[in-house]
């Protein structure tokens, strides 16, 4: 016996932009990394980071029990981020409820089970600050979201097994916020304080390999950067970034009558990441100046997607 350690493999289900940006960090981490997707690449262009392709369905159990068993070994991990493809209820309900509940039916009890949950759950909408010990009023969470506090309450009954509630996904690619900021009118009226809170599919990658390592991890962590900022104050700083005309802002109350900044109503909410730095994960773009200043330098202009 030599005593070296076989290496670790995990399983990622739903490979699209975070799962691709997964896999990368995965396998630079010294994973073997296993791609599943209804329709697998045929290997004649391969996909960085994955040493493998799978063909499952999440939703055809019999088909999906095949897939695995026909691995060489068992995943000692296996990350779940399948999109629902569109925002109905019933797709959400297949991706994070049926097609969730039959991948953790034929998992083994030693795989450790990450599932990419979103900060949509929360229905807060006036500014407040919430994380991982918020008490949810699940009466007030729209139809789609509640599928998905569904599939939370699958993982949390689970063993080894946990949730990362992500915030919103941006990065090369994936800019919408330059073009909202390129075609911004002068002057920008703002009725409210919209917060937004994003994190940068970077970090976002980071943080689920981060988590796969864990000893002792909690149930859930929130997956966002440490700057819960207002849209309109993005959207000004964007555009001087990207050197074009500085925009007048315009605070204005529901009957068109100029406010102060501090009188306009609060919504949307704050998302706390202290739990996850609390592991010991350090952010590369810990706030949107960060994130969105790396995509203006390396003119990463042209996409239009969320």
Known sequence: ??????????????????????ASE???AGWRVV??????????????????WLSMD???????????????????AVV??????????????????????????????????????????????DGRWVDE????DE???????RAMLAGEQFVNERSNSLVLRFSGIYGPGRTRMLNVARDAQDPMTVREIAY??????????????????????????CVTDSDPAPQHEIIVWLRQQLGLKPLSVVFTGPDGMPLAHKDLPETNKRVRNGLLASTGFSWKFPGYRDGYGSLVTSNDRGASHV
């Open 58 to 76: 999440v939703l055809k159990i019999d088909d999906l029990r095949t897939a695995i068993d026909s691995f060489a070994h068992s995943f000692d």
């Open 80 to 125: 779940y981020c399948v999109s629902a493809g569109t925002p109905s209820v019933d797709a959400y309900r297949d991706a994070y409820q049926h097609g969730l509940a039959n991948v953790i039916s034929i998992l083994p009890a030693t795989a450790r089970l990450v599932f990419v949950s979103s900060t949509g759950v929360y229905p807060e909408d």
């Open 26 to 28: 995965a396998a630079a």
């Open 1 to 22: 016996m030599s005593g070296r350690r076989q290496q670790k493999s995990v399983l990622i289900i739903g490979a699209g932009y975070l799962g691709k940006a997964v």
């Open 133 to 136: 010990f918020h008490q949810i």
């Open 35 to 52: 791609g599943a997707r209804r329709n697998a690449p045929d290997g004649s262009s391969p996909v960085p980071g994955f040493s493998a």
């Open 139 to 145: 009466e007030s969470v729209a139809p789609t979201q």
């Open 196 to 221: 937004t809170n994003r994190i940068h599919v970077e970090d976002g990658a980071r943080a689920v390999v981060h988590c796969l390592e864990l000893q002792n991890p909690a149930r859930t962590y």
